[in-house]
């Protein structure tokens, strides 16, 4: 069983930057990969960045390549989300999610693929 919580989360203007955390509970945290997913109100919830287990692999979605960097620290069972050029499209509810996964190739990105979710963390980017 994995708990997560994220935090950072905020009100930044357009071209702001925040940094989010999740910290995580269980034994075995460097055993999941690890996903930041977000969503906006009347839209699914859609991946935004993910790490594998080791940290070797990252997927990014497009709208936020260049922008956000996704980072984890097995030692202290923390992921996090770099977001910088926040742009008022960013705004939504972001979520930390777990996925039970040995494999070092690139992470999964569907939010059915994840086990454990955080409570999510707002962020609103005003223009």
């Known amino acids: 069983q994995v708990q997560l919580v994220e935090s950072g989360g905020g009100l930044v203007q357009a071209g702001g930057s925040l940094r989010l955390s999740c910290v995580a509970s269980?034994?075995?945290?460097?055993?999941?990969?690890m996903g930041w997913f977000r969503q906006a109100p009347g839209k699914e919830r859609d991946v935004v960045a993910a790490?594998?287990?080791?940290?070797?692999?990252?997927y990014y979605a497009d709208s936020v390549k260049g922008r956000f960097v996704i980072s984890r620290d097995n030692a202290k069972k923390m992921v996090y989300l770099q977001m910088n050029s926040l742009q008022p499209e960013d705004t939504a509810v972001y979520y930390c999610?777990?996925?039970?996964?040995?494999?070092?190739?690139?992470?999964?990105?569907?939010?059915?693929?994840?086990?454990?979710w955080g409570q999510g963390t707002q962020v609103t980017v005003s223009s």
């Open positions: 999610a777990a996925r039970w996964s040995s494999s070092s190739r690139t992470p999964a990105t569907e939010p059915a693929q994840y086990d454990y």
């Open positions: 269980g034994r075995t945290f460097s055993n999941y990969a």
């Open positions: 790490i594998s287990w080791s940290g070797g692999s990252t």
